[in-house]
């Protein structure tokens, strides 16, 4: 790990935690504001790359264990950890890494034509939805001792939502790489 | 918190300086009886048993003395939640799994959130160190690179949080308050192009 990857990893976590501090955004055609922070851990995967993006998750959720305000709405703690969205957060990490592993495999670097578009977005869906609800909702049936497949209806509710995050992260990724290309590691 | 304009990093942090024996005890026994309790609670199928185990958690809370308006600040989403997946899961399930829920889940809330107060974020931060200290024959963990990736994250959560509230501002004379473009590809490359002098910076000190 040379010092600008460590330098990478720790603004990256920054701009994860800055995210969920900053009001929510309001989106024009969607009804309730998003909030920002796991669009953050959608982008940290497709912006450094797997290994980076993955540990930037890491270091935040590092950070929140500590017993920082860090998440979405000023909370933080280990009692998140214990909670119903333990497994999510756990996902988060996952997710980046495979976000920043399907780009990475499959695009190169400073590419930004259709094909890109329509890989970056796949990539945030698979990762930034598919692998963080997994946990998510093995925790949540284990901790309320449902089973799976009703829990896995009850999250339905969230995906459109998460749907319109991906669409976004994959605009934001585009233009980050068409001004500042970082190569994917 | 974030928002104070002098207030330093610590104001961040849920601490609550103190001396009960929470506050005392080393931090790893802290995390380690949390992780046992989790573990515990879950075998426990008696309800009775489980109110007596909240009603010590409730005790361990006022023991502590957390002030009110922390107590609020702090719960009351964390115990919103527990409530509503008690509810599916008795909606799902039975009323006793409903109940089981509730009190396995809330006990450990309180105990968890009872740690975060009485936990300083330096002695967290030492006792991350010391758990990769045996792992440091990985090239990839240094006890010394954790502690500096962390503290870069602290020292810059204040100032992107801070930018960003300027881009806002900036975007919404424009007209662009609703696209949430406008704000974060300004404020990921404004702040991933510092990544080349505040590496130099680093380098120019030798941390190796």
């Known amino acids: 790990m040379a010092t600008k990857d460590i330098v990478f990893i720790a603004l990256f976590a920054a701009i994860i935690a800055a995210l969920g501090l900053l009001p929510a955004i309001p989106v024009v055609g969607i009804p309730a504001p998003i909030t920002a922070q796991t669009l953050g851990v959608m982008l940290a995967g497709s912006i450094l790359g797997p290994k980076r993006g993955a540990l930037a998750v890491l270091v935040f959720l590092v950070l929140v264990l500590a017993g920082l305000p860090l998440l979405a709405g000023g909370r933080g703690g280990v009692e998140h950890f214990i909670g119903n969205s333990g497994g999510f957060l756990v996902g988060w990490f996952f997710g980046a890494y495979v976000i920043g592993f399907i780009l990475k495999n499959f695009i190169s670097d400073s590419q930004v034509n259709i094909r890109a578009h329509f890989i970056i977005f796949i990539a945030c869906f698979l990762g930034g939805i598919c692998v963080v609800y997994l946990p998510g909702i093995l925790w949540i049936a284990r901790n309320t001792g449902s089973s799976i497949f009703d829990v896995y209806l009850g999250s339905l509710v969230f995906i459109p939502g998460d749907l319109v995050k991906a669409v976004i992260a994959m605009l934001v990724t585009v233009a980050v790489r068409r001004v500042y290309p970082i190569a994917l590691k | ?208």
Request: glycine residues 2%; contains cysteine; neutral net charge.
């Open chain 2, 1 to 208: 918190m974030v928002q104070k304009e002098d207030g330093g990093l610590m104001d961040l942090s849920f601490y609550l300086p103190g001396s009960s024996v929470l506050h005392r005890m080393p931090t790893w026994s802290k995390f380690f009886l949390l992780i046992s309790f989790s573990i515990l609670f879950y075998a426990i199928e008696d309800l009775r048993i489980l109110a007596v185990i909240l009603a010590a958690a409730i005790a361990l809370v006022v023991y502590v003395r957390v002030p009110v308006r922390r107590l609020k600040a702090m719960f009351l989403l964390p115990l919103f939640m527990v409530l509503l997946f008690s509810i599916f899961s008795a909606f799902v399930n039975d009323l006793n799994a409903g109940l089981l829920t509730f009190f396995r889940l809330t006990s450990l809330v309180i105990i968890a959130a009872c740690v975060t107060v009485t936990t300083r974020i330096e002695d967290f931060m030492a006792f991350i160190e010391n758990l990769l200290l045996p792992l440091s024959f990985i090239p990839f963990i240094k006890p010394k690179t954790v502690s500096l990736t962390l503290s870069l994250t602290l020292r810059f959560i204040p100032e992107i949080f801070k930018l960003g509230m300027d881009i806002k501002e900036a975007q919404a004379a424009r007209g662009l308050n609703s696209n949430p473009l406008a704000l974060i590809v300004p404020l990921i490359v404004l702040t991933l192009k510092r990544a080349d002098d505040i590496s130099d910076a680093i380098d120019a000190r030798m941390l190796d």
